[in-house]
């Protein structure tokens, strides 16, 4: 695998993102019946496949490989045009030349998790043994299912420890199930903006999005696949009610306030009188032109049922015990999806599971997307700390 580059992804119309669920503008692995991956579930889920990119080039050793972990409304588009969109990637302001993640440095790799809709094997795939939109048949997935496809994944790359595994919200549960379930394979861990458990205020906000999408006359059940249509107006709302989250009162503020959108006085009605009802109907409608209804329900429920610590007795601590890996912990002070509270729990956990652990709390008013954005304080302690896990590693330089 050493040279591997990733494929560029050519724009396509939105009209063809059905095209992208199973036949991907990106690199795919195939896994057939001999390999099922086994879920959490009960099911084992085969023939099945998953899409990635990959930025950069393995070295010799193969000891520069970096698994990014994307977040609910991501994909593998981490730092290449979207194909359906036609957008920069998700994260070009992490990784590129001269990023914290340099693919001159390091081998990237991104995938599609299990469940999504960008080529990964979900509910808006193929079933094949019906020929038909898997919809609801699809089985129930969960974060450690996701990570044990990504393993497989690594495997077939031919990688056996990956240097760093990174990433944000979801993303950032998947990096904390990559350490508890492999820790001998990850040599540090780069967790931003995340929990160790889904909260009891972030599963209801997951349900109001769910049952936006449900009550969509246009979802039938799971099956509108079947009928050549999609359930935009629900999967808009759940959009735009997740969207709030992610953001803070502070920016809403600031960005917003209470001005007007195009008009100097109220039209006493229900149109988008104020920017930010614009902002957010725009959220909703862009949204709906790269996502599938029901990879929306899926990926949601896989967060609620995420805890780590419920594997072993409640203890956080021993999820972690005797692990080797470096830690360095993000989050952010206006983020109320993932409060400091939450990271600190999992700080003291990894501190008395004798864990090599950094942490930091960055002061902002971006809200839970500022991992998203351009906020220097993030790029120059994620930088610092893969220098850092570089050099103990013994990359070139210590990397980044």
Known sequence: MVGVKSIPSPAISADDRSHEVDHPSSLVAHFGIEQPLSLDCGVDLTPFQIAYQTYGELNADRSNAVLICHALTGDQHVA???????????????????R????????????????????????ASINPATGKV??????????PDMVRAQAMLI????????????????????????????????????????STRHSAQNIAFHELGRQAVMADPDWHNGGYADRGIH??????????????????????????????QDRDLPTFSFDADFQVESYLRYQGSSFVERFDANAYLYLTRA??????????????????????????VVSFTSDWL?????????????NASGAR???AEIETDRGHDAFLLDVPEFFDISRAFLQSAGKARGLNGGGG
């Open 134 to 143: 898997w919809g609801l048949e699809f089985p129930v997935i969960t974060i």
């Open 80 to 98: 290449n045009v979207h194909p359906v969109t036609g957008k920069p990637g998700w994260w070009e302001t992490l990784v590129g030349q001269g």
């Open 155 to 194: 495997d077939r790359l031919g990688i056996d420890t990956l240097f760093a595994v990174v990433g944000g919200s979801m993303g950032g549960m998947q990096v904390l199930q990559w350490t508890a379930a492999y820790p001998e394979r990850v040599f540090s861990a780069l967790a931003i903006a995340c």
């Open 303 to 328: 967060m609620d049922y995420f805890d780590i610590a419920a594997d072993h007795g409640g203890v956080l601590a021993k999820a972690f015990a005797d692990i080797q890996t470096r830690f360095c």
């Open 231 to 260: 359930p935009h107006r629900g999967l808009a709302v759940a959009r735009m009610a997740a969207h709030i989250t992610y953001l803070s009162d502070a920016a809403l503020h600031r960005k917003f306030g209470r001005r007007m």
């Open 338 to 350: 993932f409060p400091t509270s939450e990271s600190r729990a999992l700080v003291h956990a990894l």
């Open 100 to 123: 914290p993640l340099d693919p001159d440095r390091y081998f990237i790799i991104c995938s599609n998790v299990i469940g999504g809709c960008m080529g990964s094997t979900g509910p």
């Open 357 to 359: 652990v950094s942490f």
